[in-house]
Structures are given as structure tokens and as C-alpha cells.
């Protein structure tokens, strides 16, 4: 099995249906389906490619593609979108119904959950009538035989007039005869007769008054029956990618044209009007969905689904839903704070040994001593820690979090937010984005691909950066444990920090409420926009998958670019501290012009000179302030935490100091790596400057208050 993938934008219609097929033998395969029933496990599982895969809806928003060989024939494999209709209502479900619709592959997958297959039904019927190059692949077999659900498989082939191949994608079970199927269908060995849909009899007679001049113009391009369907519904962005797909525009034909006109005054002198056709069209879906898995789908257990329910009782309760997620969210964060220091510390003995030996070498070699600065205790200092702080957080933090995707946690986290977001006229999917932040806030930010309102993703996007990432982590923790929790020792200290770690979090989701409520009433007016949250199963996690996952797709990914911007920063620091105007680095010249500006804010001109030097990286923040407190030429580390806060109190902190570097660490600019990832994703440096600007003038402000109000309360 050969595998390559390109993902395609989710808005250019262009590119939603660009497939470069490498051979003319080539097949391509539509993967379709409602979000949470395994597609992209289905996908992973046929081509082996790295495709993320999480137990919450709208998690692929881009076609991706991978190759699987099956019979000595190549298929081109497509993960579109998840999609719950084709009746589109999103950008995703756009790009879902446009592949199915125009894409021609050469058959379409849709692949539905075992435990719900009365709803996921009502897309099958829909492909059905576009297609009869189908395949219904029911995946998740494992829980409904966990569940004690009965599926007559061939009775609901039967019903459908398609290939139906149950599945446990997990477990490959079942994925070489769906590709059996796929091969029979895309081969044309098999021919299938789907189940033919009709309405009632106004609606039917409406069609046919316009279906044979469809026939005549468009020939056997697509399904005139269905294309009428579309014309009487009047879906403006269907009819487009129609128009689109045609090369032409149908309504330009005149006596069809007229023809529609006819037959929606049929429609209306009968009372049915756009509104109500639509919702016969649906009405009728439903009912054949339901008829047909009355018939082939047994319950030996009525309540399957009663211990599910029970627990989202609790988790999803008023009373406890906030407090539980909170809990959870500390845990998480003293799991990552406890288990990330030795290894920290460990990467940092061995990055400094290596060290030493570059340092042998440039000695041996007797090179200058400003190649050895700018190379070693410059570029090679730096990136070391930024690997040795960032990587043990990730490391930790990235796998629980997709631990909590998998067990399908997170949807829940969204339903508990879902009004806080609703009343900040935001969307409540940027309670999922907002999670992601923790980890990375550049991985935050692609998230936001999952709300479909592009002025609600903008939101998310500008105010992702007020939680705190795994890199703003040890500088919070460090001025926590020195200024707060100091008196207190082993796990009291811990729990301790952990507490006023959440508090400090806490601060940022309230800001991130504020200020999406701000930017909706400003720059980017408009009413919140409306979604149907689907909480999915608890499923087993996959703890191999999860490991694999989160540390290639996630963890490595971040460190990279993360990498990639510390070298050079090493680079600045080391010129800025080692190039001297008059008895003055340059360093020391630049902190000195921000010190007023500076302690306005309750900072100094070295702390703010740190910050815009750590633009590439958070992690070399406190580093950059202990080099110029020692007026060092290089970055350096002190030994204990008791030494750092000596030398921070010689420098004149006090813990208001402490609180506004905490506050500013939370509200200041996004580093360089979610800088370039805002400006990726919305393709407008407009857009990336107001998500610099928001968070940083945020807490210029806070901090100015909370210093000067401290000021006003010393002096009474």
C-alpha cells in the first residue's frame, strides 16, 4: 500500500474538487458520512495515512487524500468533511455535498454508526439519489454488539439497492470486503438498482414537469431527477456548484426557466411553498429511514444507551458540568506540571553536556570567540531551551488532551460552555479551539477551521491567545511557586500551584468571553450563529493511537516551527547582548528607552525587553530577563528557584511586579509560530495584526490598572 496526500482548501470550489488521478486506471473513492462514525479512522485504517481522527464532530474540514491498492487496481481515497445532510448549511457540508455532487468519483463510501443508523440513513438516501455508485459501510460494529444491537445486514442491503459491509475500522475488521464492495461498484462488475425515493403527488407531478427538458440540456451528466429536486428548492449555493460543474447556467435556457416558474406555482397553489417543500422532502426521508430500520435493526437492550446517560447527567449538569471540567482541567495541569520537571531537567543536562563538547570543539579548532558566541552560547543555547522546557509539556499535555477527545469528553466541555459563548455572541465550538490552546495556541488557531461562521472563526482566531500555551506554563509556574506558594513545600506547593495556576487560566476564559463579546459589537458585528452539538458516545480510547497521535500530529509538529524560530532568535539575543554602543549593549540601551513606558505598567524595561525578544518563542522569557539582571552575554540558568527570586528581588520585584509579569504573560502578543499559523489561516495580515494587537493592548490595560491600583493602595 503506497500512500500520498495533499490537503485541498475547504474555500475554493476549485480546489474542493481537484483530484490528480496519476494513472488513467486510477479510482477515486468519496469517504462520507456523518461527523463521529469513523470515516477518517475508515481512511487511516485503508491508507495508513497520518490523518488526525478525534471523537468530536467537524473534525476533518479539508479533503484529504491517500492511495490504497486493492486487486491490483490503484484507488484514490477521499476524506471530505462530515457532513449530517446534503442539504448544506456549512462550509464543511459545502465542500462534503459539492465532492459527492460534482466531484465524479467513481464510487462514493458513506460510512455510518452502528448504534444510530436511522439518522446517519437520511445521508445515505440522499447520495442514493444522486448515485447508484454507492457503498454503505456500517462502521462501529464492536459497540453495537457491546450494546446488544442486531443488524440484518443483507435484509438492509436488500432495502437499499446497495452494497451494505459492516465494519470495525479500528480493528480493520470488515475493510477488505467494504474494498471488495468499492471494487465490484467502481469497476462496474456490479451493478446496483437504489431504492427509488418519491414524495407525494404534488411534489412528483412538479418534477416531472421539469425533469425531460433537464434530460435534454444536460444529458446524462448528472441526475435530472434529482437536479429538478434542487431547482424547485431553490438552494442558491448548490445551484452555483451546479452551474459551476455544468459550465453554464441552466436557468439561462429559457423555456426551462419557465418551466420551473410552472411548476413552483404548482407547488404554491397547493400550499407548498419553499419553506414547506423542503421540510416535505426531509419529512419523507425520515420516515423511509425509519420504516427501513424497523425492519432490520433489533434491541435486545432498550437501554443501551442508560449508562451513557447517566454520566452525562453529571457532566453535562448545571450543577456539577462547570465544576467537574474545572477539577479535570487541574488535574490535567498537575500532571503536566508535576511529570514535565524531570524530564525537563534531564533534556537540559543533556543539551548543556553537548554543549560543553561544541565548546571543546570550537576551542580545538581555534575559532573566534564571536563564531563560538554567536553559534553556541547564541543560536545552540536557545534552541536547547526551547526543546528542554516545551517538549516534556507537550509531551504530557498533548496525549491527555487527545485521551479526552477519544473518550468523547470534549463535546461535552462545548455543551458546557456552549451559553457562555452564545451570550459573548461567539460560537461554541471556540470552546474546543480554546482547549487547544493550552497545548499550542498555533494549533488553537488551525482548530478554529471547525466553526463555519467566518466572522465567529475570526473571533476564535484573535482570542485564542488568551490561554496559555505549554510555553508560557514554566514562566507562570516559576513566578507562581516563587512569590505565592513559596512557604509552603512538596505536595501542598503543588496543588497549591496547580490551584492558582486554574485561577490564572480562569482569567484568561474570562477574557476570552469579554473580548469575543467586544470584538462582536465592534469590528466584527453580528449575531451568533446556531449549531447542532452532537455528543457522541464514550468510547474506549485507544491508548497506542492516542501515543502515536498526539506526539507525531501534534507534539512534533509544534516543536518544529517552534525550532525553527529559536535559531534565529538565538542569534538576535546574542547580538543584542554582546554588541556594545559606548559602555552600553544593545540590550541595555533598548530596556532603558521602554523602563518608563515599562514601569507604568508594573514591569521594568528588561522584563519588557525579554517579552519582545521571546516573540519567537515564550519559553526564553525568564532566561532573557536573568542575562540582563547579570548583565551576562549570554542566556543563563541559576541553579534553584531560591537564587532566581534573590535575584528578581535584588532587581526590585515585589509581588505586584510578580502579578503584572504573570498578567502580561497571559495578555501579550501571539509568539512568531501562531503569528505565521493566523496569517496561514486567514490569509490577511489585517487579521493577523488585530490578533497581535487585541490580546497585547488587553494587558497593557490590566496590568496598568492592577500596578497602579496597588500603587494608590500603598500610599493609604
Request: hydrophobic share 45%; aromatic share 8%.
Amino acid at each position: 500500500m503506497g500512500l500520498t496526500s495533499q490537503s485541498t482548501g475547504a474555500g475554493v470550489l476549485e480546489n474542493k474538487l481537484t483530484i490528480v488521478k496519476s494513472t488513467p486506471v486510477d479510482k477515486v473513492i468519496a469517504l462520507a458520512g456523518n461527523p463521529n462514525v469513523g470515516k477518517s479512522t475508515v481512511f487511516n485504517s485503508l491508507t495508513g495515512l497520518n490523518q488526525h481522527t478525534g471523537n468530536w464532530p467537524g473534525k476533518t474540514v479539508t479533503n484529504a487524500q491517500g492511495r490504497y491498492k486493492h486487486k491490483d487496481k490503484n484507488f484514490i481515497m477521499v476524506d471530505i468533511p462530515g457532513t449530517y445532510s446534503l442539504m448544506a448549511n456549512s462550509v464543511e457540508e459545502e465542500v462534503a455535498r459539492d465532492f459527492v455532487c460534482f466531484g465524479q468519483p467513481d464510487a462514493t463510501v458513506v460510512v455510518t454508526d452502528a448504534t444510530c443508523l436511522e439518522r446517519n440513513l437520511n445521508l445515505v438516501l440522499q447520495t442514493l439519489e444522486i448515485t447508484n455508485k454507492v457503498v454503505v459501510c456500517v462502521n462501529l460494529i464492536d459497540e453495537a454488539e457491546r450494546k446488544k444491537i442486531k443488524i440484518d445486514y443483507n435484509k438492509l442491503s436488500k432495502h437499499l439497492g446497495v452494497p451494505v459491509i459492516p465494519t470495525n475500522a479500528r480493528s480493520n475488521k470488515g475493510l477488505d470486503k467494504l474494498m471488495d464492495a468499492v471494487y465490484e461498484i467502481s469497476t462496474k462488475e456490479t451493478t446496483s438498482h437504489p431504492i427509488k425515493i418519491t414524495y407525494d403527488d404534488i411534489v412528483e407531478e412538479a418534477i416531472k414537469m421539469i425533469q425531460p427538458k433537464i434530460e435534454t440540456i444536460a444529458g446524462e451528466k448528472i441526475n435530472s431527477r434529482w437536479v429538478a429536486l434542487k431547482l424547485l428548492d431553490n438552494d442558491g449555493a448548490l445551484l452555483e456548484s451546479l452551474n459551476n460543474f455544468l459550465g453554464f447556467n441552466l436557468l439561462d435556457d429559457n423555456e426551462l426557466a419557465e418551466l420551473v416558474d410552472m411548476a413552483k406555482k404548482h407547488l404554491l397553489n397547493n400550499g407548498i411553498g419553499q419553506n414547506q417543500l423542503r421540510d416535505k422532502i426531509v419529512t419523507r426521508l425520515v420516515k423511509i429511514a425509519e420504516e427501513i430500520c424497523q425492519s432490520v435493526i433489533t434491541f435486545e437492550n432498550k437501554q443501551y444507551d442508560h449508562l451513557d446517560r447517566k454520566i452525562d447527567k453529571i457532566l453535562t449538569s448545571r450543577v456539577f458540568g462547570i465544576p467537574v471540567m474545572l477539577a479535570m482541567l487541574g488535574v490535567i495541569f498537575w500532571i503536566t506540571i508535576t511529570g514535565a520537571n524531570y524530564p525537563s531537567q534531564m533534556l537540559s543536562t543533556l543539551f548543556f553536556w553537548i554543549e560543553e563538547r561544541l565548546t571543546d570543539f570550537f576551542v580545538w579548532a581555534k575559532a573566534p570567540k564571536w563564531l563560538h558566541g554567536l553559534l553556541v552560547t547564541g543560536a545552540y543555547r536557545t534552541l536547547a531551551w526551547v526543546v528542554s522546557v516545551m517538549l516534556p509539556p507537550m509531551a504530557i499535555f498533548f496525549p491527555l488532551f487527545t485521551l479526552l477527545e477519544d473518550l468523547g469528553y470534549l463535546p461535552r466541555v462545548a455543551f458546557n460552555l456552549d451559553n457562555f459563548f452564545k451570550k459573548a455572541c461567539a460560537h461554541g465550538k471556540q470552546s474546543l479551539t480554546m482547549c487547544m490552546g493550552f497545548g499550542c495556541n498555533a494549533a488553537g488557531v488551525i482548530g478554529c477551521r471547525i466553526i463555519d461562521s467566518p466572522r465567529e472563526r475570526l473571533i476564535a482566531t484573535i482570542t485564542n491567545n488568551f490561554v496559555p500555551c505549554n510555553g508560557r506554563f514554566p514562566t507562570l509556574i516559576a513566578i507562581i511557586t516563587m512569590f505565592f506558594v513559596g512557604n509552603f513545600a512538596g505536595f501542598s506547593q503543588s496543588v497549591l500551584s496547580t490551584l492558582f495556576l486554574t485561577g490564572v487560566i480562569l482569567l484568561g476564559i474570562v477574557m476570552t468571553l469579554l473580548v469575543s463579546k467586544l470584538l462582536s459589537k465592534t469590528i466584527l458585528k453580528g449575531l451568533p450563529s446556531s449549531f447542532a452539538l452532537e455528543l457522541p458516545p464514550y468510547r474506549k480510547p485507544q491508548i497506542g493511537r492516542i501515543i502515536v497521535r498526539s506526539i507525531f500530529d501534534r507534539t512534533l509538529f509544534v516543536l518544529g516551527r517552534a525550532v525553527s524560530v529559536a535559531i534565529p532568535a538565538g542569534f538576535v539575543i546574542w547580538i543584542m547582548a554582546n554588541i556594545y554602543v559606548g559602555e552600553q549593549s544593545l540590550l541595555s540601551l533598548c530596556a532603558g528607552f521602554l523602563d518608563p513606558f515599562a514601569r507604568l505598567i508594573g514591569l521594568d524595561g528588561y522584563i519588557l525587553m525579554a517579552f519582545i525578544l521571546g516573540f519567537p518563542a515564550n519559553e526564553i522569557v525568564v532566561p532573557i530577563i536573568i542575562m540582563s539582571y547579570m548583565s551576562s552575554e549570554s542566556m543563563m540558568e541559576l541553579e534553584n528557584l531560591n537564587q532566581l527570586k534573590q535575584l528578581l528581588v535584588d532587581n526590585g520585584w515585589t509581588w505586584v511586579t510578580a502579578l503584572c509579569v504573570m498578567l502580561f504573560s497571559l495578555m501579550h502578543w501571539p509568539c512568531s509560530t501562531t503569528c505565521l499559523t493566523i496569517r496561514k489561516e486567514t490569509q490577511s495580515w489585517k487579521w493577523t495584526l488585530v490578533s497581535f494587537l487585541v490580546p497585547t493592548l488587553s494587558g497593557i490595560v490590566i496590568c496598568f490598572i492592577v500596578a497602579n491600583l496597588a500603587r494608590l493602595l500603598a500610599l493609604v
